[in-house]
């Protein structure tokens, strides 16, 4: 019988996966003040290259370094680090698998202890927990500029040696934000009809392309539905998927929600549009199943669905059934490095799962299932800090700390975000001023 998750893939720009699990994007946070790669990020992605999967992702690489995701973004925007990106893509790559670049500008989810000045389509705050300042709307030449550094970010991708991008059009950062008549109310040619509101997307894959030739991969990140009322719907992402049918796109990826809505992760905020999902999908666990096969139906370029997979059994069926290309997983790469490489030898049937367990307490008041709306979050920050600390221990060179609480993971968390974003801060004023970043 063949072996599905150990089939190559080859993409429509030629290029050949050597199996079908992918390493979906995590945030490093690893980057230097300067938002440079460093040892810690090669050492984390060696790790991963020889842990079996086909292809890698990076975490979101950030376009423009005054408006970050998180501190401890890599960017590339003026701040040199051509060698560390080589590193970064050496490391990435020792075990002859695809690394790819993800590529991406915050919008208006930058948290304020980066900056107060946060861009958007239109001026709507993101309403969570006071920690986001009010967009600006970009004006057009500013929208221009963004379409070009994506560009660049990607050239220079190719050039140091990784060995595709994704354009990270999802989770409500600024590409996705111009996707959702909710957070864009422009009346411009960026605005109003699908077409408009898609418009910075696919000016962005065009120059993306012409940047790094036809034989590069390019992939998108796209949310299937944005699962808040008013906002991006499923129908939306059609309509957009036929728009990137001839955009030469080689590898779609399908996720959902955003910061309000982080169904992502599993989880459902207040007032989620989503629907209920359909006994299959739930008996193959994966979020977006249902949404992939509608999709499916109008794609024409090859598909990767990421959230919620965890069993061989659940990642079988969804190839077999033709959901799906390429499998992707986040969570359980953060404490088994190898389990793909483990999987593929038929070693074990399951990768490891974490989110039930990482939780502020046992009672259905304190964990993530919590009706106070406070705790459901601080369950969500605390269970992000813990992958991130996991993320950091492996970078370092340690092994996972698995028994780690979710109490301190969540300090920890606020600790390390904050001293890294003041660290990030001072170097930033120094760029600004003109200052050369050291050679690290
Ligand atoms: C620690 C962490 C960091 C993440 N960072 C990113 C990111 O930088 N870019 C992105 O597109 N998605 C990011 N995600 C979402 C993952 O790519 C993925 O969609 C999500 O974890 C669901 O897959 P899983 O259930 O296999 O973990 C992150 C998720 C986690 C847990």
Known sequence: MTDLLAQPF????????????????????????????TPE?????????????????TGNVQIDRNVLERPGNVAIDRNDGIKQLKAWAKAGTVAGNHLWMQISHAGRQSPRYITNHTLAPSSVRLPLLGNYATPRELREDEILDF????????????????????????????????LSPVTNMRRDAWGGSV????????????????????????????????????????????????????????????????????????????????????????????YFLDYAEKIRKVAKMPLMVTGGFRTREGMEEALRDNACDVIGLGRPFCTQTDFAKRLLAHEINEAPRFEKTVKL????WLSGASPIFFIKIMNLLGQQGWYYQQIMRLGHGLA????????????????????????????RRQLDAGVVPPNG
Request: charged content about 25%; some cysteine.
């Open 195 to 286: 077409q408009n509101r898609a418009r910075f997307l696919i000016e962005t894959l065009r120059a993306t392309r012409k940047a790094v030739g036809a034989d590069f991969p390019i992939s998108v990140k796209l949310n299937s539905d944005d699962f808040r009322k008013g906002g991006f719907s499923n129908e939306d992402c059609l309509q957009v998927v036929q728009l990137l049918n001839t955009e030469g796109v080689d590898l779609l990826e399908i996720s959902g929600g955003t910061y309000e809505q982080p169904k992502l992760l599993g989880f459902e905020g207040r007032g989620s549009s989503a629907e209920p999902q359909r006994q299959t999908t739930r008996k193959r666990e994966a």
């Open 400 to 427: 996972p700390d698995e028994g780690r609480g979710t109490l301190k993971a969540l300090v920890l968390y606020f600790w390390d975000e904050l001293t890294t974003a003041a660290r990030m801060r001072k170097a």
């Open 10 to 37: 080859t993409l429509p720009c030629g290029a050949t996966l050597p199996n079908r699990l992918c390493k979906a994007a995590m945030t490093e946070g690893l980057a230097d003040s300067w938002l440079r790669a």
């Open 147 to 178: 379409i070009q550094r994506f560009a660049h970010a990607a050239a220079t991708a190719r050039a140091t040696g990784f060995t595709g991008v994704q354009i990270h059009s999802a989770h409500g950062y600024l590409l996705s934000s111009f």
């Open 41 to 57: 990020l090669a050492t984390l992605y060696r790790r991963w290259s020889e842990g079996g999967a086909g292809l890698l992702l």
């Open 361 to 364: 307490g046992q009672s259905r």
